[in-house]
């Protein structure tokens, strides 16, 4: 199983809006609505941001949002802001019944 | 509120085994996945394996098939991980983490363990 591919760097000015995408195959992105976002800052365990493709757990702004067409996954973050600045990563099930990670994405504010 | 605690940082030699214990506190245990994720310095998320508790059966990435083992005993609220013929490219934190929704592996990990470090050297 390969991991899913995510662009290495994106970044933006405080305010404005950025996307990552996250690419699969109809194997694991595009077969199932089950692609969750992670977002890590330095030396801290991942923080989940995002389930079931555009779902958004109880405490996250939102200002984060999730979509999915085919097999590219998306996470957009609105309002930019400093706070945004980490890592972020993406995560599909698959049909092994297992799940993958994405590349991992590194977000910069300007 | 549950919270997930893995056991301390461990130093292994090449070719030995490592298991890493995290152990459920304040919520329910046996009906949520527990996976295992691992990141190598500088590098990326890495999922190994996941098992629910309850079910018993665990299911693993193919890159550590026969390599890992994932085990879980309700009594306790505790899951392990077992990691045996270690190589220096095992050097990682090791997470464990739990499914957001119950009975699957599938809908993302809300709680995550503090992490713990395995370094593999000799």
């Known amino acids: 199983q390969s991991a899913l591919t995510q662009p290495a760097s994106v970044s933006g000015s405080p305010g404005q809006s950025i996307t990552i995408s996250c690419t699969g195959t109809?194997?694991?992105?595009?077969?199932?609505?089950?692609v969750s976002w992670y977002q890590q800052h330095p030396g801290k365990a991942p923080k989940l941001m995002i389930y079931?493709?555009?779902n958004r757990p109880s405490g996250v702004s939102n200002r984060f949002s999730g979509s999915k067409s085919g097999n590219t996954a998306s996470l957009t973050i609105s309002g930019l802001q400093a706070e945004d600045e980490a890592d972020y990563y993406c995560?599909?099930?698959?049909?092994?019944?297992?799940?993958?990670f994405g590349t991992g994405t590194k977000v910069t504010v300007l | 509120q549950v919270q997930l605690v893995e056991s301390g940082a461990e130093v292994k030699k090449p070719g030995s085994s490592v298991k890493v214990s995290c152990k459920a506190s304040?919520?329910?245990?046996?009906?949520?996945?527990i996976s295992w994720v691992r990141q190598a310095p500088g590098q990326g998320l890495e999922w190994m394996g996941g098992?629910?508790?309850?079910?018993?059966?665990?299911n693993y990435a193919q890159k550590f098939q026969g390599r890992v083992t994932i085990t879980a005993d309700k009594s306790t609220s505790t899951a392990y991980m077992e990691l045996s013929s270690l190589r220096s490219e095992d050097t990682a934190v090791y997470y464990c983490?739990?499914?957001?929704?119950?009975?699957?592996?599938?809908?993302?990990?809300?709680?995550w363990g503090q992490g713990t470090t395995v370094t593999v050297s000799s």
């Open positions: 304040g919520g329910t245990f046996s009906s949520y996945a």
């Open positions: 079931d493709v555009s």
């Open positions: 995560s599909s099930y698959t049909s092994s019944s297992t799940n993958v």
């Open positions: 983490a739990r499914d957001k929704l119950e009975l699957e592996l599938t809908h993302g990990m809300d709680v």
């Open positions: 098992i629910i508790p309850i079910l018993g059966i665990a």
């Open positions: 109809s194997s694991d992105v595009g077969g199932y609505n089950y």
